[in-house]
């Protein structure tokens, strides 16, 4: 299966910045997707990152609030603009397997103060 | 949007017994799986099952698939304190988008 390199681990932001998550995969993989974790919570599908356009998003995630780049078939981030404390979650990005399931990063700890 | 539930919440047992763990969704799927998240990190792929496939099983994990009642069940089987973790069902829907469950938080008492 494919080796996901995601950084920061974590992270403590002021309120009203913005954050950059990188996700560097080992081999290439048409399709990268986001995820939110909030506290305590299941995980949230934010977008899928597509190489060589725009990303999809899903109900309740805007591109002005989460922009995401997707220069190549190995790399992508996600950018958590304009923080406010309702953004403090774990953030993962994941690619799927042809037949043994999906593949998450480590995850980034994020924590808006 | 959740795909459905997970069953129970929170589950609390001894070293060496084993956990069963549900989880119900609510459209037709290809597949159905399981992961593990430990401490709020990355996910580990456990388990996938498809839709044609009633068993399964991997080491000490044993995966069973109704979907005529689009339900699931993990079976833990002689748990150690290391098996103390969150689970995860998810279930793929269009394009290859994962639906998770809400999770059982598992606690193994040594």
């Known amino acids: 299966s494919a080796v996901i390199s995601q950084k920061p681990s974590r992270d403590i932001c002021q309120r009203g910045t913005s954050l950059t998550i990188q996700c560097q995969v080992d081999?290439?993989?048409?399709?990268m997707f986001w995820y939110r974790q909030q506290p305590g919570q299941s995980l949230t599908l934010i977008a899928t990152?597509?190489?060589?356009?725009?990303?999809?998003?899903e109900s309740g995630f805007v591109i002005d609030k989460f922009p995401i780049s997707r220069p190549n078939l190995t790399f992508s981030t996600l950018t958590v603009s304009n923080m406010s404390p309702e953004d403090s979650s774990i953030y993962l990005c994941?690619?799927?397997?042809?037949?043994?399931?999906?593949?998450f990063g480590s995850g980034t700890r994020l924590t808006v103060v | 949007s959740q795909q459905g539930e997970e069953d129970p919440q929170a589950l609390s047992i001894q070293e060496g017994e084993n956990a069963t763990m549900n989880c119900s969704y609510k459209?037709?799927?290809?597949?159905l799986q399981w992961y593990r998240q430990n401490s709020g990190r990355g996910l580990v792929h456990l388990i996938l099952?498809?839709?044609?496939?009633r068993e399964k099983h991997s080491g000490r994990l044993r995966v069973t698939l109704d979907t005529s009642k689009k339900s699931s069940s993990l079976l833990i089987t002689a748990s150690r304190a290391a098996d103390t973790a969150s689970y995860f069902c998810?279930?793929?829907?269009?394009?290859?988008?994962?639906?998770f469950g809400q999770g059982t938080r598992l606690t193994i008492n040594p």
């Open positions: 994941s690619v799927a397997g042809p037949s043994y399931g999906y593949t």
């Open positions: 081999s290439q993989v048409t399709m």
């Open positions: 990152a597509n190489q060589g356009s725009e990303a999809t998003y």
């Open positions: 459209t037709s799927i290809n597949n």
């Open positions: 099952i498809r839709s044609n496939e």
């Open positions: 998810a279930t793929d829907e269009r394009a290859q988008k994962l639906v």
